[in-house]
Antibody, heavy 126, light 112 residues
Framework: QVQLQLSGPGLVKPSQTLSLTCAIS??????????WNWIRQSPSRGLEWLGR?????????DYALSVKGRITINSDTSKNQFSLQLNSATPEDTAVYYC????????????????WGQGLLVTVSS | QSALTQPASVSGSPGQSLTISCTGT?????????VSWYQQHPGKAPKLMIS???NRPSGVSDRFSGSKSGNTASLTISGLQTEDEATYYC????????????FGGGTKVTVL
């Protein structure tokens, strides 16, 4: 059974970097059958996909337009985990953040999320 | 980014069937076989109920089924049970300047 354990600070100051890590058990971050995603949820924005990383002989990243330029998703194969960095945080980034495993087809991601982390509320406030 | 359109709420009595719609455009729902549905109970992470329009993951009750016609996808719950009371979200692939995922605004299902 795949399990995802999210960790990181629950409070970030405006203009600082929001950093979260998702530790994977029961699968591998470098699996050829999975993409590793970050998704957030807030009352104002609903569920919002932020981006993903996956490995296919090399690493690929896709990012949502809404956060492109501020977001970086990295993988750490030695620790079997992946991370989110969101620069220049604003109160609009306050949300429950989730990491999630997505399907990966032969040619592209499969755009569904079958395992989710527990969620972490991150508040951006001074 | 505009969310996919779902009704805010639907309700039904135990044993009844109900259907939740998810309306997008020819650039997302109508263009790809990549509609998925999620069930979320309060304070919990979403749970995948349907992938790729109509595929049911192992362990999900066969009372849940999905379909698509044109730019609208649908989730049907048959034999409604009290534990089905939750918020349901649809999601789809959307191509803008990149490959993205777009969610619906969510539908609260109430079992009367």
């Amino acid at each position: 059974q795949v399990q995802l354990q999210l960790s990181g600070p629950g409070l970030v100051k405006p203009s600082q970097t929001l950093s979260l890590t998702c530790a994977i058990s029961g699968d591998s971050v470098s699996s050829n059958n999975a993409a590793w995603n970050w998704i957030r949820q807030s009352p104002s924005r609903g569920l919002e996909w932020l981006g993903r990383t996956y490995s296919r002989s090399r690493w690929y990243n896709d990012y949502a337009l809404s956060v492109k330029g501020r977001i970086t998703i990295n993988s750490d194969t030695s620790k079997n985990q992946f991370s989110l960095q969101l620069n220049s945080a604003t109160p609009e980034d306050t949300a429950v953040y989730y990491c999630a495993r997505g399907g990966l087809g032969e040619w592209e991601p499969l755009y569904y999320f079958d395992f989710w982390g527990q969620g972490l509320l991150v508040t951006v406030s001074s | 980014q505009s969310a996919l359109t779902q009704p805010a709420s639907v309700s039904g009595s135990p044993g009844q069937s109900l259907t939740i719609s998810c309306t997008g455009t020819s650039g997302d729902v109508g263009a790809y076989p990549y509609v998925s549905w999620y069930q979320q109970h309060p304070g919990k992470a979403p749970k995948l109920m349907i992938s790729e329009i109509s595929n049911r993951p192992s362990g999900v009750s066969d009372r849940f089924s999905g379909s698509k016609s044109g730019n609208t996808a649908s989730l049907t719950i048959s034999g409604l049970q009290t534990e089905d009371e939750a918020t349901y979200y649809c999601a789809s692939k959307r191509v803008t300047t990149g490959l993205e995922v777009i969610f619906g605004g969510g539908t609260k299902v109430t079992v009367l």
